[in-house]
């Protein structure tokens, strides 16, 4: 087995969807994964667009957003290491939901859905994990625009950078934020008018600083005390 081949099962591994396959059904699906790259602002697939390949994340950081006529748009996921995106249109059969574009240079392993469609007629195992993986991101977008109704501005801003901090997965120290005020206010669901002035304030405070197009969060303890 190749050094390329281990580092792709180890990384479906990792994915709840391929978590209980063994390391010999494993490598059947590193057999037929591609591997891909996307600089930061890259669009991996656009909105409408068929469905036909599905993406693990190996590095790097993407994002789902959805755009309105009016030319506003709203993000719904953020995706890091061993997270997999675009399955959705691959299982029903419908064109793309939402656009995915890097966040930064990204690297990922793709599945064309031919080969998809074979491993989950194969393994059925894959059919249950990736129905409960969907229903987890399900629950969790719904979670978030539920809290999202009740809470203040700032809660909503705190709350959604206690989000990428938490996939950043650093437990101690500063953590950086690859965003834009942009970004987070959208993740937010708030103005960027308003996410800046609460941002400047959490600067103020030495919970975060600001640089150009990314955050350091210092404190991550101070900064989930104004979520509520």
């Known amino acids: 087995m190749s050094e390329s081949s281990e580092d792709t099962i180890a990384?479906?591994?990792?994915?709840?969807v391929f978590s209980t396959l063994s390391t010999d059904e494993l490598e059947r699906v590193a057999r037929v994964a591609m591997s891909r790259r996307f600089e930061a602002g890259e669009?991996?697939?656009?909105?409408?667009d068929e469905g036909s390949t599905c993406y693990i994340v190996r590095a790097g950081r993407?994002?789902?957003?959805?755009?309105?006529?009016?030319?506003?748009?709203?993000?719904?996921?953020?995706?890091?290491?061993?997270?997999?995106f675009g399955e959705m249109a691959m299982l029903d059969g419908e064109r793309r939901s939402a656009t995915?574009?890097?966040?930064?240079?990204?690297?990922?392993?793709?599945?064309?859905?031919?080969?998809?469609?074979?491993?989950?007629?194969e393994y059925?195992?894959?059919?249950?994990?990736?129905?409960a993986a969907l229903g987890q991101r399900l629950?969790?977008?719904?979670?978030?625009?539920?809290?999202?109704?009740?809470q203040t501005?700032?809660?909503?801003?705190?709350?959604a950078l206690s989000q990428l901090v938490a996939a950043a997965g650093e437990a101690e120290g500063d953590v950086v934020i690859t965003t834009t005020q942009a970004e987070l206010a959208q993740l937010a669901g708030s103005s960027r008018e308003s996410a800046s002035r609460f941002l400047a304030v959490l600067e103020r405070a030495g919970i975060i600083s600001q640089g150009?197009?990314?955050?350091?969060?210092?404190?991550?303890?101070?900064?989930?005390?104004?979520v509520y």
Request: hydrophobic share 40%; glycine share 6%; net charge positive.
């Open 11 to 16: 990384l479906l591994r990792r994915v709840p």
């Open 43 to 48: 669009v991996v697939f656009k909105e409408g």
């Open 62 to 84: 993407a994002r789902a957003i959805r755009e309105h006529p009016h030319g506003r748009s709203i993000t719904l996921a953020h995706f890091g290491p061993g997270d997999i």
């Open 100 to 121: 995915v574009e890097a966040t930064e240079g990204t690297e990922a392993i793709a599945i064309l859905s031919t080969d998809m469609h074979r491993l989950l007629h």
């Open 124 to 131: 059925p195992d894959i059919s249950v994990k990736l129905i």
């Open 139 to 150: 629950r969790d977008t719904n979670e978030r625009l539920a809290r999202q109704s009740f």
């Open 153 to 159: 501005v700032q809660s909503r801003v705190a709350a």
């Open 212 to 226: 150009r197009g990314r955050l350091t969060v210092h404190d991550q303890a101070a900064l989930e005390r104004y």
